[in-house]
């Protein structure tokens, strides 16, 4: 049997195939250093900036991953993502050849996740086929339209004053224990009848605390619509990092579908902490109070990625509410001036007003929202169009009042006006209110129609204001919900509705006050009983 030269040429070519397929090259490095979650690799030469990298996997066969942040002359340095006690000196790391991405998709919402998308809720493995990058490129100009759609909050002192629109930054801003997260969760609350998504980051909270969100989250019915993202302060310094990028990746899924998310970021200070500790630990320079020169650009890479998109992309939005806590209200710290010089304005949370009573705690003066009346719809526009300045001067002409008694009438009359408005922008927790019923209760106090009532009944006024427009007037809110605009008949009817109620409250609370109380004994008999 004779060979032919071509018949031999090919079968030796097919097994040089075959052995190469066998011999498929990993890009395989070894560690020189590790500690404090930060790994020196040797090794690694074709390796990119931002790559995932596979370190030896845990015990239960559990997959840990880390993230390149330095590329240096001899290593690379990475940060390890999750539990690293197993890893040690000499053990060998692979490439991916994948850029830091995680899991998106409305399979997301419902569920707890940690900062690389893996659920810590006990519900099962998330199904999704779809992943984004952590980091990428933010809508540009062109691919913009102005932000003109309001998102509720349900809170009457924002919906008012300082609105939010979908697509906005909005920061809020102040120290601890002020209420910063409470006005989240109301908001939160708010979307339940809404198309809008909510993404919760929880960055370097205790894990009581987002264990209590989440619980409050659950009674109200909003977990269906949101996911919640957590890199607890248990947690390793790259996890923290990484949770903002991660919460932006899946807002990020949404408005590229058509469709509206807001995302809160709680809070931002320690992730700049976190992000600090880790530049640190890479042997970055320190700059000003030892963060890192590109400390700017980490909070303005991820806010600016919330937008809202032209009608040609499909008009989605992702709203960025960023959280940012001050000490002793220093607004014109770093890291506070460097996240009110992105947004788009901020609420101020005041520790004074909280503990005065005034819940929210919103500084009007401090207060902005550079959207404006665009974020609002046309009915609140014209009953809140003066609120916030009137607001304003009460809080200064109150300051003055102190000094002097004898003040003309007009001050008088803006004092009784403000401490009003004051009284009824008060609102309780977990109670977010619809903005018909908003526009309603405001309109009475800015007319002046709560002027004669004492300031301790303003409250009472208004819940039973709403429940008697509710029964007798129903008609008032279905026409301010459906018009979304305070048409000359509908105002008449409100005036109406007021001037009526306001009648039956004061003879009620008359009739309460001249009502015999309990007569206390005479002294006769109080004697005789003692003898």
Known sequence: MTLKPDEVSSVLKLEIEKYGEALAMESVGTILQIGDGIARIYGLEDAMMGELLQYPSLPDGTEVFGLILNLEENNVASAILGKNRHIKEGDEVKRTGRIAEIPVGEAMFGRVINAVGQPLDGKGPIVTTRTRPLESIAPNVVQRQPVKEPLQTGLKAIDSMVPIGRGQRELIIGDRQTGKTALMLDTIINQRDTDVYCIYVAIGQKQSTVAQIITTLEKYGAMQYTVV????????????YIAPYTGCAIGEDLMYNKKHGVVFYDDLSKHAVAYRELSLLVRRPPGREAYPGDVFYLHSRLLERGAKLN???????????????????????????????????????ESDLFYAGQRPAINVGLSVSRVGGNAQTKMMKKVAGMLRLDLAQYRELLAFAQFGSDLDKATQARLVRGERMTETLKQLQYVPMPVE???????????????????DQVSDFEREFLSFVDEKHPQIFHKLNETKDLQPDTEELLKKAILEFKRQFIAARKTEEQAPTEAEAPKEEIASKDA
Do not use: C, F, K
């Open 311 to 349: 009608d040609a992309l499909g008009g989605g939005s992702l709203t960025s509410i960023p959280v940012i806590e001050t000490q002793a209200g220093d607004v014109a710290a770093y890291i506070p001036t460097n996240v009110i010089s992105i947004t788009d304005g901020q609420i101020y949370l």
């Open 229 to 240: 993202v957590v890199a607890a302060a248990s947690d390793p310094a790259p996890m923290q």
């Open 437 to 455: 019923r908003q526009v309603a209760i405001i309109y009475a106090g800015i007319n002046g129609y709560l002027d004669e009532m004492p300031p």
